[in-house]
């Protein structure tokens, strides 16, 4: 359609690319409610806090081999790590991924000291050498340990908030500091990628903990479901009101740019981005909205939950693709837009869904090695034979636990809660125990 | 993944060390091979960008879309003929009752003919601009790209990665991916040529005068007489990428 | 002090416990082997004149070229077709414009082998004269002399009535 640059025939980003922020985002978002739990103290959110932290990590696992794959020269790409160039906005890339995926390992890994000292003690054969090896030698699990065990979990989920939201926003700046592309190129895109990274992971959440409660035939909390419900509902407000801010200034503006911008969305993409994209949001907002309402039958509030949750996950989907590859459909003559023809094999569909696979059969390994349930459900037989494994008391229905934190408790937990682990790692002098 | 380091270190260092045994009894045959500057001894860098601020003027009036620029350029550089991705490309322009018509079919290396038009009708050739401020400098992860001291920007295609970052930077759509090499590629300005002292294969073929090389810092350079006596400009100025490719007699609707 | 406080049998409080200390010095080694592999992966000429691999300069300037510097180089065997090249139009042009990259040709003189010492081949069709003479739009008249290929000769090659080293407009464009 129209002219393109002769150069511009090939979309040099595809489906990959597409992948990346969509995994990283849902990685963002996922680590987001499992530090709602763990610094925020949303204690509501308790039966998700561990499965959202192994499956941060399962697509954390898998994110970078999309990229990889992308990359015309695969095996040159530890260059980004021995030569970064300190001007390039995605040179930081390989070093602010590695910090985070340490993070979250350590936080996993002193998550589930005390359940692997145990596993190591009473599993037998190659699995009990296993987690033999995965403990480091570090068996003491008396109360004193796991109090410090504790303490590292708080402070490393302080560490994760900003570097989940810097790791994904990151990405946002990647494509928004780019002046040559018109839809790409604003500061907002760190922010929209940011929010809608959140609005994700909550609502992968949602499916994976509804799926898997399914599967293991146990019931769902209604109070998490509620509260995710809740936090869904607040960010997608917020991601919605940005991405239609972006474009609602664009056109009010109407600058050069847009009547190619125009274009793309009225006549390249308009229905996977009015459809897909916003649609699905829009519908997402009503139906989360409609599931708080109490009159409704709390078996019909848990279906809207779910399915605005599933329906978000394209929606995003659809939303990675449309800034990725829409972005590189405007010609940067301004003059037309070039054709993306979907590859089937090469950087192409198969794959894509194989990578979109993948972070699930990597979770569906993980829980077996590390149980995240909560409630007691399938680990019952290993709880009772290895005692007290729960921690805290479960709360029933959220009617043990505290009314739901207003925003202004939420901040002011926050700060003690940094006060309090900083104090304890040493800085006494400046942070005071309260 | 971090017990990956040990061992890529070790294959490394063995590389290294094979490397250097072999580089250097096969490097010195190389640089006895070759002609260029550099290499017989007389200058090295950087001396050899003293003085030498490299510039291209692109005359409109004078292109006739003949198209040899593109085919010379494919040849010299070793860019592949049938493959849609070009180091320099010529756009024409057709005004026409319903605006402008834009087409640059394979880049232009053999227009059609084309018969509807009206009065406004010309060709502009497009080559990489060797940016003062290259956007695509600044974002290369690894420094695989780079801009000399004479103003010419290169590609390592050693180091590059393949990101394709660069790609999506240049506002100019100069850059591509090499479809042999996997690497990025764009137009150097023949800086294999310039440094044997010849003039960019597309400037040399050009049968119209259409492309004109040389030296910005020297005053009576071809070049710098163009641009000092002629109302020149270059490609999206609002981009401040301050390109070093100057159009005479550009019109408004080339992008 | 982490070992000391680490080496403390049970009963110990505070931050320096088995398990921070065994996790804390696993990072420190994977620091230290980063550190000591970027040293090894980072080209020795990077950073030689600016953020980049130095050698690479070098690898740029020395890549072959195809085309030669000009028609001086051609005119070093070829002089009495220089001798001939009369009229107004072509005697500006580039030999290698038509005849081709040329830069073999000239580094095969005196090769033992025949083979890479022929003559640049040129392209006896019309598209090589088309490519300037044809008439299509944004190709002025003015600026240049053009035809309609397929009505001006039926298709036939142009060669057979002009003598493109010694073109003239009109009927003088005829080969005599």
């Not at chain 1, 359609?1 to 963002?28: D, K, Q, R």
């Not at chain 1, 806090?49 to 999309?66: C, F, Y």
């Not at chain 3, 008439?135 to 142009?158: F, L, M, N």
Request: contains cysteine.
């Amino acid at each position: 359609m129209g002219f393109v640059y002769p150069n511009e025939v090939e979309i040099n980003w595809g489906l990959f690319i597409v992948l990346y922020p969509y995994l990283t985002g849902l990685v963002a978002g996922a680590f987001i409610v499992s530090s709602l739990y763990h610094v925020f103290g949303v204690s509501k959110l308790k039966p998700v806090s561990r499965l959202a932290l192994i499956s941060a990590l399962a697509l954390l696992l898998v994110a970078p081999l999309a990229l990889i794959s992308h990359l015309g020269q695969p095996l040159r790409a530890l260059n980004l790590m021995w030569t970064p160039n300190p001007t390039s906005a995605m040179a930081g890339f390989g070093y602010i991924y590695s910090f985070y995926l340490i993070i979250v390992l350590l936080e996993i890994w002193f998550m589930y000291r005390k359940d692997l000292v145990e596993f190591a003690a009473t599993r037998e054969g190659w699995t009990g050498k296993l987690y033999n090896i995965l403990t480091l030698g570090a068996k003491d699990i008396s109360p004193a340990a796991l109090h410090t065990d504790h303490k590292v979990v708080s402070a490393l989920a302080i560490i994760g908030i900003p570097s989940a939201a810097f790791l994904h926003g990151y990405v946002g700046f990647i494509f928004g500091a780019i002046k040559a592309n018109s839809w790409w190129s604003t500061p907002l895109m760190p922010v929209i990628f940011l929010l809608s990274a959140i609005v994700s992971g909550v609502a992968l959440l949602i499916v994976v903990y509804a799926v898997t409660c399914w599967l293991r035939k146990v019931k769902i909390d209604f109070d998490c479901l509620m509260t995710m419900n809740k936090y869904l509902l607040i960010f997608l407000i917020l991601a919605f009101v940005l991405e239609i801010l972006e474009v609602i200034h664009m056109a009010y503006e109407a600058e050069e740019e847009w009547p190619a911008v125009k274009g793309l969305i009225t006549q390249v993409i308009p229905f996977s981005y009015f459809v897909v994209q916003l649609g699905q949001m829009v519908m997402a907002m009503f139906l989360l909205f409609m599931a708080t309402f109490k009159r409704i039958p709390a078996k019909i509030r848990q279906i809207m939950t779910i399915v605005s949750g599933a329906s978000i996950l394209t929606s995003v989907l659809a939303m990675r693709f449309n800034v990725v590859v829409g972005g590189q459909l405007i010609s940067k003559s301004s003059s037309g837009y070039t054709r993306f023809h979907w590859p089937l094999w090469h950087e192409g569909v198969i794959p894509t869904i194989g990578f979109l696979i993948l972070p699930f059969v990597i979770l569906f390994v993980l829980v077996r090695v590390l149980p995240p349930w909560m409630d007691g459900g399938a680990a019952v037989s290993v709880t009772k034979r290895r005692g007290a494994f729960v921690p805290k008391p479960v709360p029933v229905r959220g009617k043990l636990s505290p009314a739901e934190p207003t925003g202004g408790e939420l901040w002011e937990r926050f700060v003690v809660a940094v006060g309090r682990n900083l104090s304890r790692l040493g800085l006494r002098g400046v942070w005071r125990e309260e | 993944m971090n017990k990956k380091v040990p061992r890529r270190q070790f294959i490394t260092g063995a590389c290294k060390l094979l490397a250097a045994g072999l580089a250097a009894p096969l490097g010195s045959l190389v640089v006895q091979g070759n002609r260029s500057l550099a290499a017989s001894g007389e200058k090295s860098w950087p001396e050899i960008w003293d003085g030498k601020q490299w510039g291209f003027v692109v005359d409109t009036h004078k292109c006739i879309g003949c198209g040899r620029c593109v085919k010379a350029c494919k040849q010299e550089n070793k860019v592949p003929m049938d493959d849609e991705v070009y180091r320099t490309w010529v756009e024409r322009y057709v005004e026409t009752s319903d605006g402008v018509s834009i087409d640059s079919p394979n880049g232009g290396l053999n227009f059609p003919p084309l018969e509807e038009g009206g009065e406004k009708q010309f060709f502009a050739p497009k080559l990489c601009n060797q940016c003062e401020k290259p956007p695509c400098v600044q974002v290369c992860p690894v420094g695989a790209t780079y801009r000399t001291g004479d103003g010419v920007i290169l590609v390592d295609e050693k180091r590059c990665v393949g990101c394709r970052y660069c790609i999506q930077a240049c506002p100019y759509g100069a850059r591509f991916l090499h479809p042999e090499t996997h690497v990025a590629d764009k137009c150097t300005w023949c800086y294999h040529r310039v440094l044997r002292g010849m003039k960019p294969a597309c400037v040399t073929v050009c049968p119209a005068g259409a492309r004109k090389f040389g030296n910005l810092g020297d005053h009576n350079s071809e070049v710098a007489e163009i641009i000092e006596t002629n109302r020149v400009r270059g490609l999206k100025p609002e981009k401040g990428t301050k390109p070093r490719v100057f159009y005479v007699g550009l019109d408004e609707v080339v992008m | 002090m982490a070992d000391r406080m680490a080496d403390k049998k049970e009963g110990v409080t505070g931050f320096f416990q088995k398990a921070t200390v065994r996790v804390g010095s696993l990072l420190a080694v994977v620091l230290i082997l980063f550190a000591v592999g970027r040293a090894f992966a980072v080209p020795d000429s990077f950073g030689e004149y600016g953020r980049y691999r130095g050698n690479n300069l070098q690898e740029n300037a020395d890549k072959e070229v195809s085309f030669t510097k000009g028609n001086e180089v051609c005119r070093d065997c070829h002089n009495t077709v220089f001798q001939a090249l009369t009229g107004e139009y072509h005697n500006s042009l580039n030999c290698e414009s038509c005849h081709g990259p040329a830069a073999a040709h000239v580094a095969a003189i005196g090769a033992e082998t025949d083979e890479t010492a022929k003559p640049v081949e040129i392209e006896e069709t019309v598209e090589l004269c088309s490519a300037c003479h044809a008439e299509t739009a944004g190709r002025s008249k003015e600026v240049i002399a053009t035809v309609q290929p397929v009505k001006h000769s039926g298709g036939i090659d142009c060669i057979r009535c002009h003598n493109p080293h010694q073109p003239r407009t009109g009927l003088g464009g005829m080969r005599q």
